[in-house]
């Protein structure tokens, strides 16, 4: 079947979260993406929070492997000996893309850096994606999402303001760092196809967090605030945060004065106040107003809560767990939910987070085990079958593979 992106090999270099999601939604897009992998091990991913009885289970590794990698193809080989680094030179030289997310300076120790790719390849667009970036005094310091949560403020605005700051509870930078390096790829790809030149891109988690920190640095630099945490609440306006209700809570959000008005009538008129009609009014009334909202929404149902104010036009939403949220049938109408082959089985999946209604983004391939298309992805790179057991005999795949071919 024809995707937007049929045609464009991927050599996909990276591992855990960000890079594996980004070269997920190329996959998706119709990319052949050729996950390298360490032998023995493969990402790390594939082993996060898992028993081995669950991965047995779950055969290709841990319920996050299984998020972000489906749509690819895996080969296993050893980049710290030259076979290795040879064998995946020689791949790089037929593929479009080539991400990795190795500290800096790993790439042109293994003498596969832009420099050397785009000798073999001139239009090869090269990839890397970093925790700081490339350079400055923290570039040589690895980082996750939660330590770049930490560096950039972010949890310093998170959490009550009376405890200590908090991470938010999903992989935030992460994820929205692999939507960055996509649209980074897609961009350069779309300039190959004008010029016929490819380029060398980056980003980072630091760039990510920044990009998420925006209004926050913005206000800062402009007018020197420093903003604290406040919950669940908004600084920008009220109300704009969670209430309680009678079987959970929900997060009411009016920031104009119309949906202010709208909202106080069908919670109840009496709190449609002359000393809360603007925003700065109640910016100055924080504290009252919602004192006076809450003793409102805690006499309500969740559903009434939902039903009323979405009826008056007023942002809401209820407050679900996981499990809620995951089965709600608004996921599924919004086309979000995807199945994929597992084994025999199949399992639900997120799909990638927007619809192409011109081009399908359907899974084609379930994630992959580990080094288990290294055959088929070397012959469609032309390496004949005696190259390959050369290789396996050199250890470029990994010494039980050199075992093996002997």
Not at 297 to 324: C, Q
Request: glycine share 8%.
């Amino acid at each position: 079947m024809w995707k937007i992106l049929t045609g464009i090999r991927v050599l996909d270099l990276s591992r855990v979260f960000a890079g594996p999601a980004a070269t997920q939604v190329l996959g998706d897009l119709g990319a052949d993406v050729i996950k390298v992998e360490e032998p023995g091990r493969g990402d790390e991913a594939r082993h996060f929070g898992v028993t081995q009885a669950t991965r047995e289970r779950l055969r290709e590794g841990s319920p996050s492997f299984l998020a972000l990698n489906r749509n690819k193809r895996s080969i296993a080989i050893d980049l710290s000996g030259e076979p290795g680094r040879r064998t995946v030179r020689r791949m790089a030289a037929g593929c479009d893309v080539v991400v990795h997310n190795f500290r800096p300076g790993a790439m042109r120790r293994f003498g596969l850096d832009y420099e050397a790719l785009r000798a073999l390849r001139g239009d090869v667009i090269f990839c890397e994606f970093y925790s700081y970036g490339a350079r400055g005094p923290l570039s040589h310091i690895g980082a996750n999402d939660l330590a770049l949560q930490a560096h950039s403020g972010m949890m310093s605005i998170t959490g009550e303001p009376d405890r200590p700051p908090v991470r938010c509870g999903t992989s935030v930078v992460d994820l929205h760092a692999s939507l960055a390096l996509v649209a980074a790829i897609l961009a350069a790809l779309f300039h190959r196809e004008r010029t016929g030149q490819g380029q060398a891109l980056d980003t980072s988690l630091l760039r990510s967090s920044a990009h998420l920190m925006n209004y926050f640095y913005g206000e800062y630099w402009a007018l020197g605030t420093v903003r604290g945490r406040m919950g669940t609440a908004n600084h920008l306006s009220v109300p704009n945060q969670v209430f309680p209700a009678a079987d959970g809570s929900v997060v009411i959000i009016a920031p104009s004065d119309e949906m202010w008005h709208r909202a106080a009538q069908a919670l109840d008129p009496a709190l449609d106040r002359p000393e809360w009609r603007t925003t700065i009014d109640r910016q100055h009334h924080r504290d009252a107003l919602i004192a006076a909202v809450s003793a409102v929404t805690r006499t309500m149902s969740s559903e009434t809560l939902v039903r009323r104010l979405g009826d008056a036009r007023v942002n809401v939403a209820r407050v679900n767990d996981i499990g809620e949220a995951a089965s709600h049938p608004q996921l599924a109408a919004a086309d979000a939910v995807i199945e994929m082959p597992l084994g025999s089985a199949t399992m639900k999946a997120v799909a990638s987070p927007f619809a192409l209604h011109g081009a399908p983004t359907e899974p084609d391939r379930a994630p992959p085990r580990l080094g288990a298309d290294r055959d088929r992805i070397l012959a469609d790179l032309g390496f004949s079958a005696d190259e390959i057991g050369a290789l396996a005999d050199e250890g470029a795949f990994g010494p039980s593979a050199a075992r093996s071919a002997s």
